[in-house]
């Protein structure tokens, strides 16, 4: 049986590859800057969703676009329905790229291109999973709905406004990670502490400015300071860039010295990958004797912050026998000597805990130093039972078409489209050991890989629509 999906696969390789080619010229980066009422999230990303849409046409499906935001191919009839979630649009292209990110190249086995990983590859497999069962004749006991959302990477508009006007699906999943299976995505929750702009006489600090996103870990910082001895704090940093994983410089600049630090960015869901510039900044500056609202920013982010990504310190350290523990990332730090300063905390954690926990932690830690606590946002823990059918037959699925019988569902701290159903997961396309390009440079996938997960997918929805 799963030979079968396998050999029927490689023949629907050159259709594939050809479709994901066009879908990958396609730049559908959300594009706010031109937003219509027609586009409600730029051009890019509707084209992709209507080039999607186009080939479950011209394939037999019905289709369906839902004001440029989201559409969906369908597939079968009955009360229950399985709803397989992609997205097509893309990140930004960035910088380093050895070929051109929008146009799809081929080289040693692998397809290169913004989207042949995330999600334009994956996404399309799955769709030819389904385009497979319906070829071969295999007709479905519930509906299938292949849903294309266009705003994952940011605030998964699109899917959002699907699940706000269309019926629950039953079950599902989200061809938009990893293989084996992911069943768990630990709650997300972000909070900004804001303090005052009073400073001290003695050491005054200007500014101070760390990090870009609340999903990474800082990997640089800088603070403007004045202070009354320059070569002692030169000193001091110097010491303290020896005894610590970082780098950095010093240097006087407009009368004022200028400390850069430099550590190691990471993604946010784990911190331990990464080296916090800012929060290793702080605890340098919490040497010195600074003061008022400059003081209590300094120390709150080096006495309870620093080198603790599971908030021991605040007491937020929840742990859960299934979901495992909370990590907490120090995101963005910043202050100003005119505005004041904020420090925003990114926390994911797993059931059995809640984001008003976190808020009534972070309130008692931050009060100590004058610090207000307000929370920007929240998603709940998502979590399947590991025995449900959605992830059992998956999973019986990956086994017999990979032979790799040790790998097991796993939890994350990161966030899919699978959490908008009670049943959902995410499944694939990354196979255990191969790169994970994802939102870089160089954005690959083996096209084997590819053809691969076409087959695991062809056969699973046809399993799961017995
Ligand atoms: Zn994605």
Known sequence: MANQWLKKAQDYKDSYLKDLKELVSIKSVRDDAHATDDYPLGKGPAKALEKFLSFGKRDGFKTKNLENIVGYIEYGQGDKTLAIQAHADVMPAGDGWETDPFTMTQKDGNVYGRGTSDDKGPGLAAYYGLRMLKDSGIKPNLKIRFIIGTDEESQWTGMKHYFSVEPAPTFGFSPDA????????????????????????????????????????????????DVPDNEKLVDAFTKFLDTHPISGDIKLTDERMRIHIVGKAAHGMEPKNGVNAGTYLATFLNEFNFDGDAENFISFIAEKLHEDSRAHKIGADHVDSLMGETTMNVAIMKFDHTKGG???TNFRYPQGFSDKDILKK???????????????????PHYVDPKDPIVTTLMKVYQQQTGDTKSTPEVVGGGTYARLMDRGVAFGALFPDTEDTMHQANEFQPVNDLIKAMAIYGQSISELSK
């Open 178 to 225: 990893e293989f084996p299976l992911i069943n768990g995505e630990k709650g997300n929750a972000t909070f900004e502490t804001q303090f005052g702009d009073s400073n001290g006489v003695e050491y005054t600090l200007k500014s101070f400015n760390s990090g870009l996103r609340m999903n990474m870990v800082p990997g640089d910082a800088t603070a403007l300071i």
């Open 342 to 344: 904020t420090v925003n």
């Open 362 to 380: 972070l309130i008692l830690a931050a009060d100590e130093y004058k610090g207000e606590v307000h929370q920007l946002d929240n998603m709940d």
